[in-house]
């Protein structure tokens, strides 16, 4: 990636990071916006009401004045300090963020200036915030020159650096400068496909980020030009009553448009979150294998039928099974299939093969035939290899070695899918907030984190769910009811994005059998979006019940085509999958493994935002591979859409002076 590439992912961090704790905390942007509008308003009233005297004004009068204005700036900042709170700029984040996909020149630019306007307003604020912590101790003039700036006309004032802001996101002559800033990085995104899934946020956080950032600016500097004008009249430089009007009206249409720009932005954006491929695959931590489901097996037609015959071919024992060891021959040598044997092949008379170590769930590493044809990856072999050869019985029958597929569901075979439900706490008012696959012994299974759910989308992150561990072999366990059973027949798992109504989030997730097929469901609950309480009474389970043998719109069968090991595989494997499709698990590619192991594999990271609680809508099971990959099936979730809680909140529109003599500035 180039300089140049980096240095404006690293200013999409400004923007992006500093708000993800935005909505992990007491107060959101938009209720902020109107609590200090409104905070603002109450102060101007201690001020009061100018008015023309010749004795001039005690410096004390002054003093306690000055100091009320920045008692009332003080409740302002803690607040918004408070908004703030835990939110550091992440290096891992910075990391993630570079190794995305390149910006165009022109949104690098801007998207630099942006990171420098920002960072100049975050300066004057924190100086501001200072001021009101040592203003016992500062001179006046101090006080006097920083209110100046905050009000100033002056090129790299306030009111200038936050109109540029704004430009930024709704340019004055679109005809000119082109789409604002929320626009053009969507387009990006969108265009070039980056993996969020890396630093696990989906197109529409990082656009709702953002305009939370630029929201939360935007009050900042409201705050300080309007106790600039408060301080400004307490020093006798004038009325100022027109000025903070013109003030606020300003600041409401700015926070109107750009509300307005956020919410087009919004609705565009994608809200999926999944994992991408880790660094490294390490099986037990990022995967997980169904074992022995359909495993290459090198089987004699001799054994395959009660009289011990050869009078057939291996193409003839499409379903089989093992009847004996005939002559103590390689069945003496290798582990019987005790299940069915499906599907047999004659490849050649003659091979060697690479038994695997001791305990693998491979069968065979490689296995090499006279005529040169080749299974898995021919080299070393730990354990010795065995020379297998077919032979003649009574001259004209053949007793050839078949190449096959052993369906066993044995105890070496782990192949089971819980069918429990996994729900988060809605009795206590909590929700999904993250979603993986976990396997524990032989049986996979789902398992949901849980946040507790506040006001305004808040969600307070909480832990994972336990999932109760069990074996398909204990008492009162049932196929159907409690798991599911993977087999040659029932081994297709239903592909499905599942997302709750306008009004309900994500609350829990499962398994069931719809016909043969594994099938995937939500629960969907409603909710107040503005209290955030629950309404557990009304969950739903929501699925999509298509099956592949509809008549007028079957569900699409997702192909491996030769599927080798994904790990093997050397580019990242993206979502090839889409909603309403289905897999069925099979064997991997005989050229390239033996066909020794079962695909897709599957990916057991977590999902969850990297804020650590996030609202989610919705959840998916998917596939992500590539042609010749096995890849992996996979969990998504849906965040939660916010366009249409997206909306200004206009400042209160006026105040009322009363008359008062009390205190009066002298008009310098």
């Known amino acids: 990636m180039s300089v140049r590439r980096a240095r404006a992912l690293l200013a999409v961090l400004a923007l992006a990071t500093c708000a993800h704790a935005l909505l992990d905390d007491a107060l959101e942007v938009i209720k902020l916006s109107k609590e200090i509008g409104e905070e603002v308003l109450s102060s101007w009233d201690i001020i009061g009401k100018p008015f023309n005297v010749t004795g001039g004004v005690e410096l004390p009068l002054v003093r306690r004045r000055e100091r009320e204005v920045l008692a009332r700036l003080g409740q302002v900042s803690r607040a918004l300090e408070k908004l703030e709170l835990g939110v550091e700029k992440s290096e891992t984040i910075a990391i993630l963020i570079a190794k995305s996909v390149g910006r165009g020149a022109r949104l690098e630019l801007r998207l630099l200036e942006m990171s420098d306007l920002l960072s100049r307003i975050a300066s004057a604020d924190r100086r501001m915030r200072e001021y009101v912590r040592y203003q016992r101790e500062l001179e006046r003039d101090t006080l006097e020159n920083f209110a100046k700036w905050c009000v100033s006309h002056d090129p790299g004032a306030l009111p200038d650096l936050l109109e540029r802001v704004h430009s930024l996101i709704v340019p004055p002559h679109k005809n000119l400068l082109g789409r604002g800033l929320l626009q053009l990085v969507l387009d990006d995104l969108q265009q070039d496909h980056p993996d969020l899934c890396e630093f696990q946020l989906s197109q529409h956080q990082l656009i709702y980020d953002m305009y939370n950032t630029i929201s939360l600016t935007e009050i900042k500097g409201y705050a300080m030009m309007q106790f600039s004008w408060m301080l400004l009249r307490i020093y006798g430089k004038g009325n100022f009553t027109q000025e903070a009007s013109l003030t606020r009206t300003r600041y409401g249409e ?225 196929d159907g009811v409690d798991f599911h059973t993977l087999s040659y027949e029932r081994r297709a798992v239903d592909l499905d994005e599942l997302d709750s109504p306008a009004g309900s989030i994500l609350t829990g997730v499962r398994f069931r059998m719809l016909g043969a097929h594994l099938h995937f469901e939500i629960r969907s609950t409603p909710f107040n979006f503005t209290t955030g309480r629950l309404y557990p009474e009304k969950s739903i389970w929501l699925s999509n019940d298509n099956t592949d043998g509809n008549a007028e719109k079957p569900r699409k069968r997702l192909e491996l085509h030769r599927p080798d090991i994904p790990t093997r595989t050397q580019t990242p494997l993206p979502v090839d999958s889409s909603h309403d499709q289905y897999i069925e698990f099979t064997h991997s590619d005989f050229e390239a493994d033996a066909a020794q192991s079962t695909v897709p594999f599957i990916d057991i990271q977590p999902v969850m935002p990297m804020k650590g609680a996030s609202l989610a809508s919705g959840a998916g099971v998917i596939h992500r591979g590539s042609r010749g990959s096995g890849g992996f099936l996979a969990v998504k979730l849906s965040t939660y859409d916010f366009a249409r809680h997206v909306r200004a909140a206009a400042p209160p529109t006026a105040f009322e002076e009363e008359d008062t003599t009390e205190f009066s500035p002298a008009i310098n």
């Open 254 to 478: 700015r926070t109107s448009q750009t509300a307005a720009a956020a919410r087009a932005a919004l609705v565009l954006a994608q809200r999926d979150l999944y994992r991408c491929d880790p660094p490294h695959h390490k099986l037990g931590e990022t995967y997980a294998e169904v074992t022995r489901l359909l495993q290459g097996y090198v089987e004699n037609e001799v054994d395959m039928n009660t009289e011990g015959t050869c009078r057939d071919n291996c193409a003839y024992y499409t379903l089989a099974e093992n009847h004996h060891c005939f002559a103590d021959q390689f069945c003496q040598k290798q582990k019987i299939c005790k299940g069915r044997i499906i599907d047999c092949q004659y490849i050649d008379s003659d091979m060697w093969i690479c038994p695997a170590r001791l305990h693998s769930n491979r069968r065979y590493d490689w296995i090499e035939y006279e005529n040169g044809r080749t299974f898995g990856r021919v080299g070393s072999c730990m354990q010795g290899t065995t020379k297998v050869d077919s032979w003649w019985r009574w001259l004209f029958w053949h007793c050839s070695y078949c190449m096959c597929l052993c369906d066993d569901a044995s105890y070496d075979s782990d192949r089971y899918f819980s069918l429990w439900d996994a729900t988060s706490d809605v009795k206590n008012n909590k929700v999904v907030t993250g979603l993986k696959l976990v396997k524990l012994g032989r049986v996979f299974h789902l398992q949901v984190a849980e946040g507790t759910l506040g006001e305004r989308g808040v969600v307070t992150p909480g832990n994972w769910v336990p999932v109760q561990k069990f074996d398909p072999l204990d008492p009162g366990m049932r």
